[in-house]
């Protein structure tokens, strides 16, 4: 089975602190994505991955950096935490392949990192 | 712009019931596909059922199975025979076409389902 751990499931922060949120996944996958979830929207891009070193702005990047240096493990840091980044954090990870009959390319999630930042 | 519109926040269904779960979608590709998650009060978000835009018949996994409408741009969940752990949030997603090297979705608001003994 896949597995997507992240690195806490309840952090508390103060306004100003530097905040990093690691996430790793076991099954090779090329693609992986940092969302965050509010009631009433869902969930909500922040950054993505495609693979070692490479990275994509999401929907809503600001105020966030990623870094993905290692395949297997992607961090999604707050250089300067904000009351407004209290949120569900979630990780995910995906297989990638242009051949969609033979896959879906499912995302994968962690179980999640609720973090408040006071 | 919304590109996943879930119009029901939340809804109650009798057990043993089936119940719908609506989705509409804008998009402009022709290639694309839908996804639905559950997320129980865990917290982990598990993977329901997919449609690809070509593919010509409904998708069905066990009791999920999905009403493709492709000219309405609507993806219903149906849930049959509703069981208590069926309670959850319940989220449709779309991946637009497939880009070099990734796929990433977006997600709609999400519906809870409380399925009542």
């Known amino acids: 089975d896949v597995k997507v751990t992240q690195s806490s499931r309840y952090l508390v922060k103060r306004t100003g602190e530097k905040v990093f949120l690691e996430c790793v996944q076991d099954m090779d996958h090329e693609n992986m994505f940092w969302y965050r979830q509010d009631p009433g929207l869902g969930l909500r891009l922040i950054y993505f991955?495609?693979?070692?070193?490479?990275?994509e702005k999401g929907d809503i990047p600001e105020g966030y950096s990623v870094s993905r240096e290692k395949k297997e493990r992607f961090s999604l840091i707050l250089e300067s935490a904000s009351t407004n980044q209290t949120s569900m954090y979630l990780c995910?990870?995906?297989?990638?392949?242009?051949?969609?009959?033979?896959?879906?390319?499912?995302?994968?999630f962690g179980p999640g990192t609720r973090l408040t930042v006071l | 712009a919304q590109k996943i519109t879930q119009t029901q926040p939340g809804m109650f269904v009798q057990e043993k019931e089936a119940v719908t779960l609506d989705c509409t979608y804008d998009?402009?590709?022709?290639?694309?596909?839908l996804f639905w998650y559950k997320q129980p009060s865990s917290g982990e978000m598990i993977f329901l059922i997919y449609?690809?835009?070509?593919?010509?018949q409904n998708a069905t996994e066990g009791r999920y199975s999905l009403n493709f409408q492709k000219a309405r741009k609507s993806a219903n969940l149906v849930i049959s025979a509703s069981q208590l752990g069926d309670s959850a949030m319940y989220f449709c997603a779309m991946r637009e076409a497939i880009k070099a090297a990734g796929n990433k979705l977006t997600f709609g608001g999400g519906t809870r389902v409380l399925v009542k003994p």
């Open positions: 995910a990870s995906s297989f990638f392949s242009p051949f969609t009959r033979t896959t879906y390319n499912e995302q994968f």
């Open positions: 998009t402009s590709d022709q290639s694309y596909g």
């Open positions: 991955s495609y693979d070692v070193k490479m990275k």
């Open positions: 449609q690809g835009s070509y593919d010509e």
